[in-house]
């Protein structure tokens, strides 16, 4: 029987995030180059999408490529564009009819020109869908983001169109990447490493982590239900005592 059967459907994270990592580690037990493993991990990112799409929650968020990859070797980099090229193109069809709606984070202007063109037609593409909100961050990373909000809102305080004093918490995440999407409460992360590798710095402040050794190539639906029944069992107390939390409002 599938583990989804044992999820509580009343109360599932409306966005999860996962840094998929492992695909080179994977490719390496295999004997195999390193493209191989990001060849297989094609699979578990439909897996993740289907079973976030088929449950109902609203948005998923993918550490794709972050902007220190473009520091690994040119013939891997240069295959992943390819891949994701391709991919985009051959997964929009399945995009549409899982009713999944594409979106993207990042300094994407670095990408290919061929690269942006394939993700921008498929992303207008699934504008109009309504279900689960599918979002690859690409070219991204944690720090960057911040740093372009903080220039944001320097420039409109200069401009005179924001006060200083008007500036916090909310105001301040209006100018990132991710808005108006609302902050993970779930972030999985495969391979079995545990750091957050500069992804949504700001956003996982009051995250679930969820830490897996699957590497990403063999991770499945059952894997995803797993990270999110391990979810479910978790107290969320956001600073406050067990006893506040457990406290009728």
């Known amino acids: 029987m599938s583990l989804k059967s044992n999820i509580l459907l009343s109360n599932l994270p409306q966005h999860v995030a996962i840094i998929m ?3 080179g580690r994977w490719a390496k037990k295999k004997g195999a180059l390193r493209i191989f493993g990001h060849n297989n991990a094609i699979k578990s990112v439909r897996d993740a999408s289907e ?22 070797p040119k013939e891997e980099v240069n295959a992943l564009m390819s891949l994701l090229i391709k991919t985009i193109g051959n997964e929009t069809k399945t ?19 061929d690269c942006q063109k394939e993700l921008y037609d498929a992303i207008e593409n699934t504008k109009n869908n309504t279900g689960l909100t599918l979002t690859l961050a690409l070219s991204y990373s944690g720090r960057w983001e911040i740093v372009e909000a903080a220039k944001l809102l320097a420039y409109k305080v200069k401009n005179g169109d924001l006060k200083i004093e008007d500036i916090n918490e909310n105001i301040f995440s209006q100018y990132l990447c991710t808005y108006p999407i609302p902050d993970p409460e779930l972030m999985i992360r495969t391979s079995g490493e545990l750091r957050i590798s ?14 897996t050794d699957i590497l990403w190539p063999d991770f499945n639906k059952e894997n995803f239900y797993e990270a999110i029944i391990d979810f479910q069992k978790r107290e969320r107390r956001f600073g406050k005592t067990s006893e506040q939390v457990a406290k009728p409002a």
Do not use: C
């Open 21 to 23: 990592d492992g695909n």
């Open 51 to 72: 079973a976030a799409a088929e449950l109902g929650i609203k948005y998923l968020t993918l550490y794709a490529f972050s902007t220190e990859n473009w520091s690994r």
């Open 95 to 113: 995009l549409n009819k899982n009713n999944i709606k594409l979106n993207t984070i990042g300094n994407t202007s670095d990408l290919p020109k």
């Open 198 to 211: 500069n992804y949504l710095l700001w956003q996982l402040a009051y995250t679930e982590l969820y830490v």
